[in-house]
């Protein structure tokens, strides 16, 4: 989309794998897109403030290579905070932001399937309100688009259509008996249905985003579980251990051989570039392609339990007997944390892998072969992730 005007986009969760993305495309396309400046909202995380995490987690990484060697003139780095009201920012910061930017990219969030609930509620939820409460001061603003996951929607039965899922209380009474401890995650898990606390924040996350958004334009973007690039910045890249990417990293350096899954289970699979795209063409009112599924099959049976005793635990326990033995207590220690953190993936992974959820996204489907894609996986995991450890 053309404009008249220059824009200048805040994007969030630069750091993380989808963020990185996101901000390489508006750099590499930011002629097509008018895009004047690029702001990244990012945290201090000690002993590094916002720029020297800039200058030394984003900037070298490879996801920049194909840029310009200019492209940081593009980017404004402001500190701030997006669990705290204003997200964070000084009052100078804030006006700033308020007078220059037109839009807003959502992507900062926690994404552990098992973190704790203030976690959770700080990175999910109040992240989310804070930064809409932070567009609806910005006078210039067109669109706020927010990634939020399809599986906001828990497992059941028939397809699942892209609208607000139905609670058992309003959506501010249980982020409230969250926050105040009368509600506790196993029980508002069971109460909703959702398998862990991670849906179940993004799915309060849109309903008060929805409840309080006013008249303000937002998107919100609900990829399935995103891997690696099929195609941009490169084929295959990714810097990230979560989701699908630790598993194909388990099977391919061997600590993980068995997977509690069902045979007929289409796991749904999306290339973060293809986020990426659908995150920008809808900032810019695009029409986008939909994200539809990769059909990836993962073999189990019934003595599932029978596999892990013998492929993982044992394995793991013998040689950590060895290594007790000798003396090598380093050894000892990382053979039990290998064990723990492949049950740990089968135990997050579990609601996904036996299960198939039958999204039915309004948009046309992306095409692309899921066979060559897998491919493109295992090759991206092999360069970029095999030198990394469990």
Not at 271 to 290: G, K, M, W
Request: net charge neutral.
């Amino acid at each position: 989309m053309s404009s008249e005007t220059n824009n200048t986009i805040l994007v969030t969760g630069a750091t993380g794998f989808l963020g990185k993305v996101v901000v390489e495309e508006l750099l590499r396309l930011g002629e097509k897109h008018s895009t004047n400046q690029v702001i990244l909202l990012l945290r201090k995380k000690y002993p590094l403030d916002a720029q020297a995490r800039f200058e030394q987690h984003l900037a070298p990484s490879p996801c920049f290579a194909s840029l310009s060697k200019d492209w940081k003139r593009s980017i404004l780095v402001i500190e701030g905070d997006l669990s705290s009201p204003n997200c964070g920012l000084q009052a100078c910061q804030y006006k700033l932001v308020c007078q220059t930017i037109t839009h807003i990219i959502h992507t900062a969030a926690c994404i552990k399937f098992d973190s704790t609930v203030p976690e959770a509620i700080s990175s999910n939820i109040d992240s989310s309100c804070h930064i809409l409460a932070l567009a609806k001061n910005c006078d210039n603003l067109q669109r706020l688009v927010i990634t939020s996951t399809a599986y906001v929607t828990p497992p059941q039965q028939g397809p699942i259509y892209e609208s607000l899922v139905d609670l058992p209380s309003p959506a501010s009474q249980i982020a409230s008996e969250l926050r105040n401890g009368v509600l506790g995650k196993e029980e508002a898990i069971a109460a909703t249905g959702h398998p862990n606390i991670y849906s179940l924040s993004k799915c309060l996350a849109e309903h008060l985003i929805c409840e309080t958004r006013g008249s303000l334009p937002v998107t919100i973007v609900r990829p399935s579980i995103i891997c690696a690039a099929i195609q941009n910045p490169s084929p295959g890249w990714i810097d990230s251990r979560a989701a699908f990417g630790g598993l194909v990293l388990g099977f391919g350096t061997g600590s993980l051989r068995v997977i509690d899954g069902r045979p007929e289970t289409k796991l749904d699979i999306v290339p973060v570039d293809l986020v990426a795209n659908c995150l920008i063409y809808e900032t810019f009112r695009r029409d986008i392609q939909s994200l539809d599924r990769r059909n990836i099959y993962w073999p189990q049976g019934p003595i599932l339990d029978l596999y892990q005793l013998f492929h993982h635990y044992i394995p793991s326990r013998v040689y950590a007997t060895v290594n007790r033995i000798k003396g090598n207590e380093i050894g000892e220690r990382q053979a039990m944390k290998t064990w723990k953190v492949v049950r740990g993936m089968n135990t997050v992974f579990k609601p996904y892998t036996n299960y198939t959820h039958d999204f039915r996204p309004e948009g046309p489907s992306a095409d692309f072969d899921p066979a060559k894609y897998m491919h493109v996986i295992c090759q991206g995991v092999h360069t970029n992730l095999m030198q990394s450890k469990l």
